[in-house]
């Protein structure tokens, strides 16, 4: 007798589709059953044609609390993120303050403790001063989070020294280091000009984030990674030319992922959104666009992860005439999952490659493999029922962020997500989060 069974669904790993059910006990995968057989359960759930996922896995929100709470918080972000079908998030330490200390980090983790919606692991950030690595990654942080441009000292790691000795610092704590490649010599200089200039049309600020300098900062990482030998993963790889360095440079300890918005939305959009569309790494020419999803076929770039980054409305429209007067970023954790099924409508992706690179990989790579991102026996029952027949549109008055405001309103996907369940339960039906905030701290295995 299982707790729950989900029958006969076209249940879908990284490496094939097939008909098959799920027997769930204690929030578990404990069974995977030929199609026909209708075991006995306190609760079935008929997924006759009907896909069903592994829950999606985002290593790269942001949740702004503490400090930032009139953004975003653990429940607002949950939500945003069980409504679209996420359900394990990594959540980054660029809050105010930074998660850089054990006390901070226990803090923020008592702070999420019984507001998430969906299970949630932490990072923490890392800056020249290593000293709190071993501490941090005692208490289970799932990665070090390192700056090499946009943000101000004492998060910056500007200088190629200072990058070797916290790569060698997370090395030694088996930890993973999470690399945000840039150069702020670059950046830095573009951004004086533009403004003496007094550049402040909607496309100034991207004028100051060229290609270039992402992947002159991301072949430093590369050679930094391969010299110490240390578990690194590239954040927001945006451009044809980031991927090439990728091809040319990437050790195998170095993985890598790209967001949504730089595989589905141009530059134009820029120009077309103002402010609401203004984020870095930017939006990049079609040509990008392509090189970076060939680049996530191929496997060259492992993973999505959304760089959920949410401002409120009034903070972006502050920017309707001057750019540089909006915050960068967007939200993006609620609407992963539709815009990757909008890319197997059109040919971009197939499920099992959906399942690779935002479920699987993901956990995998982060120390969660088995538990999360799978639905093998023994792993977590996370996962996402999709009707594949109703079609789904994205609105800004359904995103749960506090950020309400994204760049894909009015986008479009040939299938909805349905149901949402961790660990057995359910968390979100079409499209609503449902139920007490029942998500749990995951620490990732060494
Ligand atoms: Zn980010």
């Known amino acids: 007798m299982f707790d729950l069974v989900v029958l006969n669904g076209l249940v879908v790993d990284s490496a094939r589709s097939s008909e098959a059910s799920l027997g769930i006990s204690g929030g578990r995968v404990v069974a995977v059953l030929a199609p026909g057989e209708a075991p006995p359960a306190r609760t079935t759930i008929d997924a006759k044609g009907k896909i069903v996922l592994p829950g999606l896995v985002d290593a790269h929100v ?103 000795a916290a790569l060698a610092a997370v090395r030694d704590a088996a930890g993973v280091a999470g690399i945000t490649p840039g150069d702020d010599s670059i950046v830095h200089a573009l951004t004086v000009r533009e403004q003496a200039m007094g550049g402040a049309d909607r496309l100034a600020f991207w004028r100051t984030r060229p290609t270039i300098a992402e992947a002159v900062g991301l072949a430093r990482a590369c050679l930094a990674v391969n010299e110490i030998g240390v578990r690194a993963h590239i954040r927001q790889v945006s451009c044809a030319a980031s991927v090439e360095v990728l091809r040319g440079l990437a050790p195998r300890t170095l993985s890598a992922e790209v967001t949504p918005h730089n595989l589905l939305l141009t530059e134009h959009e820029i120009t077309r959104q103002g402010p609401v569309a203004k984020i870095a790494p930017p939006l990049r020419p079609a040509s990008d666009l392509a090189a970076v999803q060939a ?128 660990r057995g339960a359910v968390v979100a039906r079409d499209g609503v989060p449902e139920g007490a905030a029942s998500g749990r701290f995951i620490r990732p295995a060494r």
């Open 295 to 422: 680049a996530l076929r191929s496997g060259t770039i492992a993973i999505v992860a959304t760089d959920h980054a949410p401002h409120t409305p009034a903070e972006k429209q502050a920017g309707d005439t001057d750019i540089w007067k909006a915050p960068g970023g967007f939200p993006g954790v609620q609407t992963l999952l539709p815009l990757m099924l909008r890319m197997i409508g059109d040919g971009l992706l197939t499920y099992p490659e959906l399942v690779r690179t935002c479920c699987e990989q993901p956990a995998v790579l982060f120390g969660l493999a088995g538990r999360k991102g799978t639905l093998s026996v023994g792993a977590d029952a996370d996962l996402v029922i999709v009707d594949p027949g109703r079609p789904f549109t994205i609105r800004n008055e359904d995103q749960q962020s506090k950020a309400g405001l994204t760049p894909f309103n009015g986008w479009t996907a040939p299938a909805t997500p349905e149901l949402v369940l961790l």
């Open 62 to 164: 942001h949740f702004r609390e503490p400090g930032l709470v009139h953004k975003e918080d653990f429940a607002s972000g949950s939500r945003a993120a069980a409504a679209g079908g996420v359900t394990t998030v990594m959540v980054m330490p660029t809050d105010n303050p930074m998660t850089t200390t054990p006390d901070l980090f226990a803090e923020k983790q008592a702070l999420a403790t019984g507001k998430c919606h969906v299970d949630f692991a932490l990072q923490a950030g890392l800056g020249p001063d290593p000293q709190h690595v071993r501490a941090l990654a005692d208490l289970g942080a799932v990665s070090f989070e390192i700056f090499m441009s946009d943000l101000a000292p004492p998060m910056l790691t500007e200088r190629t020294h200072d990058l070797l």
